[in-house]
């Protein structure tokens, strides 16, 4: 199972030094723009994406996808990097945050996207820079939140915008390893503003697992909860729930648990 591990550390401690922690928060603090909430988890497949191109829909922020991986937010809003031959936000990456913000893409019914590109998984962008750019970018785009999806595990891309954020929002799938999993980044990561979201919640989960989650995130903010809806996984459309024009039954019922998450973000960064 993969483990967040910071480049810094040299020595094979997954734990970040009280340094980088200090600089996570006077990051938050200091950065000035408007907040900047990343998606992350140590795993995949737990619904990072989803919930990143739900919160920014659900509160019009600017989603930045800073996950190379083809089967991200990038693909799921109908951008193709491969029919293009820059990347604005590699550009933009490498310009530095003295630069003009890259400018989102936009469509009815979704998100606005800086998107990614599969170069992102070979640049050498150090996670200061990633954090110093997205800061930078969220003064840039005016009174807008930034909701940043990564890359699971560790990489500079998600260790910068794990550092620059106001809220980290971790997805939480009530499993046993995967709580195995909570239990390491909160470990590691325990100086950062969290909100575990647990996600993906059957009809009624084992008694023992909330339990256990419980007591894990005794320190920490449990936000909203989103359940189990099946009919995600199928579902071609790339509208968001929240911006579905007619929806059904169903889609309302998961556009208002994504919607009571984003209220729920929205004051914990107030
Ligand atoms: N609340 C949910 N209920 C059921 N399936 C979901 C839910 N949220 C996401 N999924 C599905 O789970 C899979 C993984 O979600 P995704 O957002 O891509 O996770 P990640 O970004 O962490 O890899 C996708 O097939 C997605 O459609
Ligand atoms: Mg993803």
Same mark, same amino acid.
């Given at each position: 199972?993969?483990?967040? !591990?910071?480049?810094?550390?040299? &020595? ?15 990051? /938050?603090?200091?950065? %000035? %723009?408007? =907040? ?19 919160? /920014? ?23 193709? +990097? ?6 604005? @936000? @590699? #550009? ?9 913000? =890259?400018? =989102? ?6 998100? #606005?996207?800086?998107?990614?590109? +599969? ?35 560790? &990489? $500079? ?7 620059? /954020? ?31 979201? $647990? &996600? ?29 809806? !099946? ?5 071609? !459309? ?10 059904? !039954?169903?889609?309302?019922?998961? /556009? ?15």
């Amino acid at each position: 199972m993969p483990e967040y !591990r910071r480049p810094e550390d040299t &020595n094979g401690s997954t734990r970040p030094s009280t340094r980088l922690i200090r600089t996570a928060w006077q990051r /938050a603090s200091y950065h %000035g %723009g408007m =907040p900047v909430v990343t998606v992350a988890a140590t795993k995949g497949g737990v619904g990072k994406t989803t919930l990143a191109y739900e919160i /920014a829909a659900a509160i019009d922020g600017v989603l930045v996808d800073l996950d190379w991986d083809s089967g991200g937010a990038t693909r799921m809003w109908g951008y193709d +990097p491969g029919a293009y031959r820059t990347s604005p @936000l @590699l #550009d933009a990456l490498e310009t530095g945050p003295g630069g003009l913000p =890259p400018r =989102p893409k936009k469509r009815a019914h979704q998100p #606005d996207l800086v998107p990614a590109s +599969p170069d992102l998984a070979a640049s050498r962008i150090p996670d200061s820079l990633v954090a110093d750019c997205l800061a930078a970018w969220a003064k840039g785009w005016g009174d807008r939140f930034v909701v940043v999806d990564t890359h699971p595990g560790a &990489n $500079p891309l998600t260790d910068g915008a794990m550092q620059v /954020a106001d809220l980290v929002v971790v997805p939480v799938i009530l499993g046993a390893r995967e709580l195995d999993a909570l239990e390491g980044m909160l470990r590691d990561f325990g100086g950062y503003r969290l909100l575990l979201v $647990p &996600n993906m919640v059957p009809p009624s989960p084992p008694r023992r697992l909330v339990e256990r989650l419980a007591i894990l995130a005794a320190d920490t903010p449990v936000g909203p909860p989103v359940s189990e809806h !099946r009919w995600i996984r199928r579902r071609v !459309r790339r509208a968001a729930l929240c911006l579905q024009p007619n929806p059904g !039954r169903a889609v309302v019922k998961a /556009a208002g648990e994504f919607r009571q998450l984003a209220v729920a973000i929205e004051t914990a960064c107030g």
